[in-house]
């Protein structure tokens, strides 16, 4: 069974950047494929980038296609979600998400994954 942490949300401009970590103990992380997701206020959670569990298969929303990039480090146990270009939109709590897999497709919906974290802030002022 895998634990996950995210960190790096914060305050940060529109047109800024940002990199949310989440870093994964427990279970074999290569096992896993990885998720992130956001919610925003008022809104309902909503998937964002994924990537399969060799990191080498990813996915986008079409909202952040060509802003947003997802890696995996396996030999670091964390995923990472760059944000360049950010909008007030944007705006939202952040969650990743883990799914044990043998397979080596990445997975886009909320109901794939088994494992999640407890969130970080992103907040972008317009």
């Known amino acids: 069974q895998v634990q996950l942490v995210e960190s790096g949300g914060g305050l940060v401009q529109a047109g800024g950047s940002l990199r949310v970590s989440c870093a994964a103990s427990?279970?074999?992380?290569?096992?896993?494929?990885m998720g992130w997701f956001r919610q925003p206020p008022g809104k309902e959670r909503e998937f964002v980038a994924a990537?399969?569990?060799?990191?080498?298969?990813?996915s986008y929303a079409d909202s952040v296609k060509g802003r947003f990039t997802i890696s995996k480090d396996n030999a670091k146990r964390t995923v990472y979600l760059q944000m360049n270009s950010l909008k007030a939109e944007d705006t939202a709590v952040y969650y990743c998400?883990?799914?044990?897999?043998?397979?080596?497709?990445?997975?886009?919906?909320?109901?794939?994954?088994?494992?999640w974290g407890q969130g970080t802030q992103v907040t972008v002022s317009s």
């Open positions: 998400a883990a799914k044990f897999t043998s397979s080596t497709i990445s997975y886009r919906g909320i109901n794939d994954y088994n494992y």
């Open positions: 427990g279970g074999t992380f290569s096992l896993y494929a």
């Open positions: 990537a399969s569990r060799t990191g080498l298969s990813t």
